[in-house]
């Protein structure tokens, strides 16, 4: 059985950070590309990042270019999403995922297989 375990979420002041994690267990992802999305109250889910197997492509958001950092790491079966310079529009429960395909369509959450059950993040002002 696959799971996703989401960490590190919390409660931070615009400005902050925050880094979030992802555990995976059940089967191996490290051919295969891991991302995070997000949703915040009264909208849709949004992609934030995504990365390949290999770690060598990146995708962000342009919302969070130069804000977030993924990375991962295969020999843990882990991703990583470090968060800085926080403002409130970033409030959002973030959802770790991956799936099997390998390439392609990033940025698509019905791309992704199995996903993570969700850790809030809350921004103050």
């Known amino acids: 059985q696959v799971q996703l375990v989401e960490s590190g979420g919390g409660l931070v002041q615009a400005g902050g950070s925050l880094r979030l994690s992802c555990a995976a267990s059940?089967?191996?992802?490290?051919?295969?590309?891991m991302g995070w999305f997000r949703q915040a109250p009264g909208k849709e889910r949004e992609f934030v990042t995504a990365?390949?197997?290999?770690?060598?492509?990146?995708y962000y958001a342009d919302s969070v270019k130069g804000r977030f950092t993924i990375s991962r790491d295969n020999a843990k079966n882990t991703v990583h999403l470090q968060m800085h310079s926080l403002q409130p529009e970033d409030t959002a429960v973030y959802y770790c995922?991956?799936?099997?395909?390998?390439?392609?369509?990033?940025?698509?959450?019905?791309?992704?297989?199995?996903w993570g059950q969700g850790t809030q993040v809350t921004v103050s002002s």
């Open positions: 059940g089967r191996t992802f490290s051919y295969s590309p």
């Open positions: 995922a991956a799936r099997t395909r390998f390439y392609g369509d990033y940025e698509k959450d019905h791309t992704y297989d199995y």
């Open positions: 990365i390949t197997g290999s770690g060598s492509s990146i």
